[in-house]
C-alpha cells in the first residue's frame, strides 16, 4: 500500500478511507455521515461500513460515500466482511469501542493506520464491566491515533495504553437542531398544547431510558414540582427498558412527568420549552446540551464527563444524582427570568467557541494525512 495524501496531484490515485460504524448513537452516526460528507467533496474516496439500518436512517450513500452493510456483530463472518472491505484501504476510522474492536480483529497482522473516535464510554456492571476494560485497553493499545470528544476520554485512552491520543473537534452536524429547526407549522403553543403544557412551565429531557441517564433522580426531584404553583410539566423522549419501572413510579407517586417515546421532533420540543435537563451520569459532546444552547434554551446539566468543558458557565451545573440540588436548580431557575435570559445569551456566546463541521474535517485530514504521506527525506 503505498501512502497518498487526500489532496493527491493529477495521476495518483486519492486517498481511500474506511469509516467503521456499530450500531451506532445518533451522535456518532450523525458525526460519520457528516465526517464523510466532508471527506467526499475535498477528495477523499470513503467506504462506510456500518449495518444497513445505520444507512436507512443516515443516507451515507446520499453523501458520495460508498455503504458497505457489515453487521454489528463480532462474529467470524462479520469480521471477515469488514476484513474485505478494508482490504485496499489507505487507513481506516472506527468510531465507538465495539466498532474499534472488530475493526482491531479484521486489521490483525496488517500495518494499515487505524484512527479511533472514542464518542463515549460504555457503562457496564460485574463480568461485563471487567470485558469493557479489556476491550479498551486492547483497543487504545492498538489504534494508532485516538481522538476522544471530551478531555477525560483522551486522558482515559492514555491511562489505558494509547500510544497517540488527541482531543477530538466534533461539531454538531447541521450546525444547529443537528440540521434542521423546528416545524413552523407547529408554534411553540401549538406543542405546548399538544403536550399538555398549556399556562404551566415546560421541561424538556431527551434521552433513553436506561440506568445510567438520571431518571430517577428526576423523578426524585419533580416531587419536590408537584408544589410549585403553576405546577412543571417534564417530558423525557426516548426509549428504553427502563419504562416500565419509571411509569410505575409517575403513576404511584403522582408526578408531573409524561414519558414521550421516541420522538423525531427534539427541535419542536426544545422551542416551546422553558427549561432543558440533562441528568445522566457520564456524558461527553452531549447532543442535547449543544442543541438546547443553540436554540437558547436554559439549560440544568449533570456536572459529568465533558459536560463541564462544553458547556462552561452557559448552564447550571448539579451534581449527579442529587435530587434536592436538581429540584432546587430548576426551581430557582423559574422564578428568575434575568438568570434564564443570561444563561440564554451566554449560551449563543458558547456555542460560538464550539468547533464546526468543516472545521472537523480538517482536523481529521490533518491527522489522515500525517499517517499516510511519506517522511520527506531529509
Not at 25 to 48: D, F, I
Not at 57 to 80: C, I, K
Not at 236 to 264: K, M, N, S, W, Y
Request: a neutral charge.
Amino acid at each position: 500500500m503505498s501512502p497518498v495524501s487526500s489532496t493527491a496531484p493529477p495521476g495518483q490515485s486519492p486517498l481511500r478511507t474506511v469509516q467503521v460504524l456499530g450500531g451506532g448513537n445518533a451522535g456518532s452516526s450523525a458525526h460519520v455521515r457528516s465526517l464523510a460528507a466532508g471527506l467526499v467533496a475535498r477528495g477523499v474516496r470513503v467506504t462506510v461500513c456500518a449495518p444497513a439500518e445505520a444507512d436507512h436512517a443516515y443516507d451515507f450513500s446520499g453523501t458520495g460515500a460508498e455503504h458497505l452493510p457489515v453487521p454489528r456483530s463480532s462474529d467470524p463472518a462479520a469480521v471477515a466482511a469488514l476484513r474485505a472491505a478494508c482490504a485496499d484501504a489507505d487507513l481506516v476510522h472506527a468510531h465507538g469501542l465495539h466498532a474499534s474492536f472488530r475493526t482491531v480483529l479484521a486489521l490483525g497482522g496488517r500495518t494499515t493506520p487505524l484512527v479511533v473516535t472514542w464518542h463515549h464510554r460504555a457503562r457496564a456492571e460485574g463480568a461485563r464491566a471487567h470485558l469493557l476494560r479489556l476491550l479498551e485497553r486492547r483497543v487504545m493499545r492498538t489504534a494508532t491515533v485516538v481522538l476522544g470528544t471530551s478531555s477525560d476520554l483522551v486522558d482515559r485512552a492514555r491511562r489505558t495504553g494509547a500510544r497517540d491520543a488527541r482531543l477530538a473537534a466534533v461539531g454538531l452536524p447541521g450546525g444547529r437542531y443537528g440540521g434542521r429547526g423546528p416545524d413552523p407549522e407547529r408554534p411553540a403553543d401549538k406543542v405546548r398544547a399538544e403536550l399538555g403544557a398549556t399556562g404551566r412551565p415546560l421541561l424538556v429531557s431527551v434521552a433513553s431510558l436506561d440506568r445510567h441517564r438520571g431518571h430517577e433522580t428526576l423523578l426524585d426531584a419533580a416531587r419536590a414540582w408537584r408544589d410549585l404553583d403553576p405546577q412543571p410539566l417534564v417530558v423525557v423522549a426516548g426509549e428504553g427498558p427502563l419504562r416500565p419501572e419509571l411509569q410505575r413510579r409517575i403513576e404511584t407517586e403522582h408526578l408531573p412527568v409524561r414519558l414521550l417515546g421516541f420522538r423525531d421532533d427534539v427541535p419542536d420540543l426544545l422551542a416551546a420549552a422553558d427549561l432543558a435537563l440533562l441528568t445522566g451520569r457520564w456524558e461527553s459532546r452531549s447532543v442535547l446540551a449543544q442543541e438546547a444552547l443553540y436554540a437558547r434554551v436554559p439549560l440544568v446539566a449533570t456536572a459529568v464527563g465533558g459536560v463541564p468543558d462544553l458547556v462552561g458557565d452557559a448552564a447550571h451545573l448539579v451534581p449527579y444524582g442529587d435530587g434536592p440540588a436538581l429540584a432546587a436548580a430548576v426551581t430557582d431557575l423559574l422564578a428568575d427570568a434575568e438568570r434564564r435570559e443570561s444563561l440564554r445569551e451566554r449560551g449563543v456566546q458558547q456555542a460560538a467557541t464550539w468547533p464546526t463541521e468543516d472545521e472537523t474535517v480538517a482536523q481529521v485530514l490533518s491527522v489522515y494525512d500525517e499517517l499516510t504521506l511519506p517522511v520527506p527525506l531529509a
